[in-house]
Every structure is written in structure tokens, then in C-alpha cells.
């Protein structure tokens, strides 16, 4: 079964951007990939389907600043003009038929 | 609109059986490509994926946990039913719910707000 692997922590400045990575595991870079959020205290929410080719659609009511993109096996996940907000933690997700994996989360800090 | 909501007992003591619900709306589980899950996430931690039911009745564990898990569909009140035994401390985690559409991709796009499991004596 697929792994994915996101860093720990990142973080920038408000106003910035910044480019969140999930690297999926050898055998595993064409994989289709969901990104959520879960803000402090809440329940994860979607935001994105990525695709190997790098076409995302997103969830609704997701804002424009959220875009996605892939190059081999990595998934990037950009937010642009950085919120308040959106500090959170972000994971990555995958599946096949019959699981599904979600990476360790990688802790957004909007400095 | 579609929202899922978790129910059950906020504390277990350890070896009992645990038992959740989630009760949604905005979609039904008779129709084709409609599926729910569970999910967990222990205090500071990561979720980890449980199980899967489809609108056809085909059910999916995880491999470490399948030997504790049955995932359970009432179709007529809209509830999925999770059972896990043998409660351990370490099983101690926010349990969600959310809901999977098959439409060729096995996309999960609604989360329910999650029940807080304590396990404890």
C-alpha cells in the first residue's frame, strides 16, 4: 500500500505564499491525492482532489488561493496571500480499492 | 447539503466494545458510488483510516485493526454503525465519520464534526 510523507512543520509570513509537499511512495507516483485542513480545534475539512498530472478541483467553497500541482511523485499544495486563518494542519490522503493512508500532516504557521 | 455527525459514549473502559454512530443526510447510501468511513485521530496526532462501507454492502478494514472492526449500514435512518472490541488506552482518539462518492475515483469530501473517545478505567 501507497505511503506519504509530509514535513512536520512549515511556516510564513502573513500575506506570503507557501508551497506544502506529500510525497508519495516508490511504486506509487501516479496515485491520486486529496489535500484537507483541519484548523485548530476542528474537524478536518476538504479542500482538493490532485491528480499525477497536476489538475485539481477543489471542494466547495474553497478559496482561489488555495491551487495545487504535482511533479512526479510529489503533491504541492500552495496557499497564496496567507490568512490568519489558514494556520492549520495540513494532510495529504491517498487510496486504492480497498484502503486508504493519510500522511503524518505537516503544521502550517502563519507568522 | 451534506453533513455526518458522530455519536456515542465520550468513555470506555478498557476490553469493553465500543460502538459508534454517524447519521448524515444530504446523500443516501442506496444510491450506486455513495460510501462512508471512519477515521481516528488520537490527542496530537495523525488520522488514521479504519473502514468502509458501500451502497452495495461491500465493507473494508484496516489491516491492523480488521480483527476488531465491524462496519454496519441502516440504510432507512441514514446511520452507519462502527464496532470496535477490546477498547485499549491507546485507543483513546477524536472518531470521524465522512462521507467517500465513487465517481471513478473513491473521493472522500465530507467529514462529520467527530466524537472525543476516552478509554480508561
Known amino acids: 500500500q501507497p505511503v506519504l510523507t509530509q514535513s512536520s512543520s512549515a511556516s510564513a509570513s502573513l500575506g506570503s505564499s507557501v508551497k506544502l509537499t506529500c510525497t508519495l511512495s516508490s511504486g506509487h507516483s501516479s496515485y491520486i491525492i486529496a489535500w484537507h485542513q483541519q484548523q485548530p480545534g476542528k474537524a478536518p475539512r476538504y479542500l482538493m482532489k490532485l491528480e499525477g498530472s497536476g489538475s485539481y478541483n477543489k471542494g466547495s467553497g474553497v478559496p482561489d488561493r488555495f491551487s495545487g500541482s504535482s511533479s512526479g511523485a510529489d503533491r504541492y499544495l500552495t496557499i497564496s496571500n496567507l490568512q490568519s486563518e489558514d494556520e492549520a494542519d495540513y494532510y495529504c490522503e491517498t487510496w486504492d480499492s480497498n484502503t486508504r493512508v493519510f500522511g503524518g500532516g505537516t503544521k502550517l504557521t502563519v507568522l | 447539503q451534506v453533513t455526518l455527525r458522530e455519536s456515542g459514549p465520550a468513555l470506555v473502559k478498557p476490553t469493553q466494545t465500543l460502538t459508534l454512530t454517524c447519521t448524515f443526510s444530504g446523500f443516501s447510501l442506496s444510491t450506486s458510488g455513495m460510501c462512508v468511513s471512519w477515521i481516528r485521530q488520537p490527542p496530537g496526532k495523525a488520522l488514521e483510516w479504519l473502514a468502509r462501507?458501500?451502497?452495495?454492502?461491500?465493507?473494508y478494514y484496516s489491516t491492523s485493526l480488521k480483527t476488531r472492526l465491524t462496519i454496519s449500514k441502516d440504510t432507512s435512518k441514514n446511520q452507519v454503525v462502527l464496532t470496535m472490541t477490546n477498547m485499549d488506552p491507546v485507543d483513546t482518539a477524536t472518531y470521524y465519520c465522512?462521507?467517500?462518492?465513487?465517481?471513478?475515483?473513491?473521493?472522500?469530501?465530507?467529514w462529520g464534526q467527530g466524537t472525543l473517545v476516552t478509554v480508561s478505567s
Open positions: 465522512a462521507r467517500i462518492r465513487d465517481y471513478g475515483d473513491l473521493l472522500l469530501d465530507y
Open positions: 462501507i458501500d451502497w452495495d454492502d461491500d465493507k
